[in-house]
């Protein structure tokens, strides 16, 4: 939840930035893009991998640990239903 968070506050951030005429929508854009991607690498990249990025400790130990929430948080949505299931949901569907 803090990351996602953080990650919501930047976009709404750059959103605001470029609603009151600040930046221009294509800068915007581009920078928006980076965020995601930021938020993506650190999403997929191991606990090892977040350690060769040569940040401060600290920031790689926030990190590892908002990933390992935001892992905990999606593990349920990202988990595939069984076929057993599926079938009863639509066997249960059906008509007469």
Same mark, same amino acid.
């Given at each position: 939840m803090v990351l996602?968070?953080?990650?919501a506050?930047c976009? $709404?951030?750059?959103c605001?930035v470029?609603?009151l005429?600040?930046?221009?929508?294509?800068?915007?854009?581009?920078?928006?893009?980076?965020?995601?991607?930021? /938020?993506?690498? $650190?999403l997929?990249?191991?606990?090892?991998?977040?350690?060769?990025?040569r940040?401060p400790r600290?920031?790689?130990?926030?990190l590892?640990s908002?990933v390992?929430?935001?892992?905990?948080?999606?593990?349920?949505?990202?988990r595939?239903?069984? /076929?057993?299931?599926m079938?009863?949901?639509?066997?249960?569907?059906?008509?007469?």
């Amino acid at each position: 939840m803090v990351l996602g968070g953080t990650v919501a506050l930047c976009v $709404a951030g750059v959103c605001l930035v470029v609603v009151l005429g600040l930046l221009p929508p294509a800068a915007g854009c581009l920078l928006e893009f980076f965020v995601v991607a930021l /938020y993506a690498v $650190a999403l997929g990249v191991s606990g090892q991998g977040l350690a060769r990025l040569r940040l401060p400790r600290r920031w790689i130990t926030w990190l590892q640990s908002a990933v390992t929430e935001e892992e905990a948080e999606l593990g349920s949505a990202i988990r595939p239903v069984p /076929y057993w299931a599926m079938a009863a949901l639509r066997k249960a569907r059906m008509p007469g």
